[in-house]
């Protein structure tokens, strides 16, 4: 397949660049892929649309301040974008600087802390920070939210609550899992009610995240690797979910990405802490979830590329066509998916590059 299999045309001011006040105001395009069928529903709707005894599986991790701005010694600005924290004062990291900084040369920030260059590997750079209290301190005090480079406005204080999901728990993202971001604690206590059980993977979504596809063919595209864990208690309460009949409805594609790494020799979900660089595409069979809500991602995506894995290609554009034409709001503050599965004897192949 090629990346442009997955084009479609979106009008710049679908973009959301706000999110709405109300987290569970948004809307919720229905995709039933088994049945052909889309249906236009709100976002409180759905604990209508999931039964008793179904299990959420939510990606708890919580969004770095990873936006830093500061200046080298000649003067020129420098704006650096965390990738991951590697330790106590040190980090790997995206710089955007007119010209790239050596080794061993030092960047000062906007509140005067020295950070030197220590290496670069790629497009990314070692760096340690040169001060008394541990990087994470230093980023809640001074850094900013690392919104997507497609909301086109510097960030603000409301970001620090608003871009960060009402259950995150484990910082280290530098960027949100969006699609739960759509849930509050009165939808939760809703779907609480309805007998809708919950549990929770970590995965720490990089940068790499918003990363074009640059090779023409899917196939040849190296994806970022990411830091995740899933959990022996969240594996037995899926096992007993489906046992039982109930449905695993993964909220967010940083779920599936998890869950799909975590799979074992013979299939099933298994405990797993580590590093993927799992890279899902239709071709690839989802074995791990019965339903995904995701939010609406980029054309030509990595994102896409794995939602129409599980949905189908053809039906999941013309979803987003759909969308498009009904105005929906697009992107990390935008509306949502609810997507239910093609049929499981597609014949599907699969291609699983989990680093385990």
């Known amino acids: 397949m090629k ?20 987290r569970s105001a948004s809307r919720l395009l229905v995709v039933d892929a088994p049945r052909q069928v889309l249906a236009d529903r709100a976002f409180h709707d759905l604990p209508q649309l999931l039964n008793p005894g179904d299990l959420l599986v939510f990606n708890d991790t919580r969004v770095l301040p990873a936006r830093l701005f ?36 030092l960047i000062e920030l906007d ?24 990087l994470e301190k230093l980023l809640l005090k ?37 699609a739960g971001l759509h849930f509050d604690e009165v939808l939760l206590d809703a779907l609480r009610a309805r007998g809708v059980d919950f549990d929770y ?8 995240t918003f990363q074009p596809v640059r090779a ?34 993964a909220v967010g594609t940083t779920v599936v990405r998890s ?18 660089d799992i890279f899902i595409f239709p071709g690839y069979r989802i074995t791990s979830i019965d339903g995904l809500i995701t939010n609406f991602h980029l ?13 189908g290609r053809e039906f999941v554009l013309s979803a987003y066509k759909h969308a498009v034409e009904q105005r929906y709001r697009f992107y990390s503050y935008g509306d949502a998916m609810l997507v239910w599965p093609e049929r499981r004897d597609s014949g599907l192949g699969t291609r699983d590059s989990a680093a385990r």
């Open 70 to 105: 500061g200046r080298k010694p000649s003067g020129g600005a420098v704006e650096i974008m965390l990738e991951r924290v590697t330790g106590t004062h040190t980090a790997v990291a995206m710089l955007g600087v007119s010209k790239k900084p050596r080794e061993g040369s």
């Open 201 to 208: 993977i970590t995965l720490h979504v990089g940068s790499g």
């Open 216 to 249: 023409e063919k899917i196939e040849d595209h190296a994806m970022h690797r990411e830091w995740l864990n899933v959990g022996a208690e969240l594996v037995e309460k899926i096992h007993r979910t489906r046992a039982r009949g109930g449905r695993v409805i």
């Open 259 to 276: 869950l799909e790494a975590a799979r074992g020799e013979h299939g099933e979900v298994e405990p797993f802490a580590g590093e993927t």
């Open 3 to 22: 990346k442009s299999d997955f084009h479609y045309d979106l009008p710049h001011e679908l973009i959301a660049q706000q999110p709405l006040p109300e």
């Open 142 to 178: 001074i850094g900013h939210m690392p919104l997507p480079p497609y909301i086109a406005r510097a960030d603000e204080s409301s970001d620090r609550e608003r871009y960060q999901t009402v259950y995150a728990k484990h910082l280290g993202a530098v960027a949100a899992p969006t």
């Open 299 to 311: 054309p030509e995506s990595t994102l896409l590329m794995l939602v129409s894995a599980f949905a």
């Open 111 to 134: 509140d005067g802390t020295p950070v030197r260059v220590l290496g670069r590997e790629g497009q990314f750079f070692e760096l340690r920070f040169e001060c008394a209290e541990p």
